[in-house]
């Protein structure tokens, strides 16, 4: 008797979709990740004014642009949770590779600071992990977009 194959998590990202059920699993998958996405940002955006309480750096101004980033990854989530955002998904996979390329420059521009500095790859992983399930959100909203029309 052959035994079943065990998909990967990576595996199975690249395989075709073949069920509408594996296509909504992968848009699940993403809108988790672009919540995660937006958790981290509202994280940073408090360490950076706690840590310019006390020699204020930053602006209001800028505080408030950050939040409004956050608000419409927001938007994007909850349209790709609604299976109707395909362009949204295409959107939130472009925002999140800017913040994490960005991300990339100032930690290699500035190795010795920063709280993140000994959990670098770990954190460098995770932000791996989330790509990979934004790029399966966009997979499955295409699927499903390409099923509607037919």
Known sequence: MPRKRVSSFIGE?????EARDRAIRF???GFYAGLVFACMLLLASTIQYSQDFVYPSIEPK?????FLYTALILFLC????????????ILLIILYTQDFVSSLFNYFSQP?????YG??????LIRIILLLFLYRAVRGCSYLKKLDQT
Do not use: K, M
């Open 13 to 17: 990202t690249f395989q075709p979709i």
């Open 27 to 29: 848009i699940h998958g």
């Open 112 to 116: 010795e600071s920063g709280p993140v």
């Open 62 to 66: 800028h505080l408030i642009g950050l």
């Open 119 to 124: 959990i670098f790859g770990l954190l460098f």
């Open 78 to 89: 909850f349209r790709i949770r609604r299976a109707h955002g395909q362009i949204s998904a």
